[in-house]
């Protein structure tokens, strides 16, 4: 049987992925929590329930939203659950607030501060940093534009990201939410 190939095993079921807080020990900063609905290895489309329990598992690394869907949640319901999420002692919480054509993306980051004459509670002081993810030059304008860290999805369009870094940068201006640019590259990685 001299120079015959076996074929591959079958891809079965993935292992179960676990993040422990041990991480932050190997400098890992943030885990992030990505919502996707009918994706099999995707593991949450409730990205609050589980930065919850994670939060309760962990004690240094910023927990939070790869991009909480606006097009699936009303943007107050979002702004009170991730301020009672950064409530929660001690404050490391993230909202990436992800958004597609048509999202009232102003409405929830109103919300999330007392921009609107309301004040979302029991969140009070206690807001979760908000990110504005994007696969494209257009929405590292937007996050330019509304003053917001910037949350690059190279792994959607790798090609994209040096210019949507440049214009983010070139465009920024500091507000209440970030006083100077901030950049997040999120690319996918398999981990044996």
């Known amino acids: 049987m001299a120079g015959r190939r076996r074929a591959p095993p079958a891809a079965g079921p993935l292992p179960p992925l676990s993040v422990l807080d ?3 020990g190997l400098g890992f900063r943030r885990v992030r929590v990505a919502e996707r609905h009918g994706h099999r290895s995707v593991g949450s489309a409730a990205p609050p329930v589980l930065s919850a329990r994670l939060a309760a598992s962990t004690s240094r690394i910023r927990l939070g939203s790869g991009g909480v869907l606006l097009t699936n949640r009303a943007p107050r319901a979002v702004a009170e659950r991730f301020t009672t999420l950064a409530a929660l002692p ?3 919480v993230d909202l990436g607030i992800g958004r597609g054509p ?3 993306f ?3 980051a109103a919300k999330l501060g007392d921009t609107d004459g309301r004040r979302v509670l029991p969140g009070a002081g206690a807001l979760p940093e908000p990110w504005l993810p994007a696969s494209s030059v257009a929405g590292a304008e937007l996050a330019a534009g509304l003053s917001l860290p910037l949350a690059v999805a190279h792994r959607i ?3 994209n990201t040096p210019e949507a870094l440049g214009r983010y940068r070139e465009r920024f201006r500091a507000s ?3 006083g100077r640019p901030r950049v997040l590259v999120s690319v996918e990685t398999v981990c044996a």
Do not use: D, E, H, K
């Open 22 to 24: 041990l991480a932050a």
């Open 102 to 104: 048509g999202t009232p």
């Open 157 to 159: 369009r790798p090609g």
């Open 90 to 92: 001690p404050v490391r």
């Open 176 to 178: 209440r939410w970030c």
């Open 106 to 108: 102003a409405r929830c």
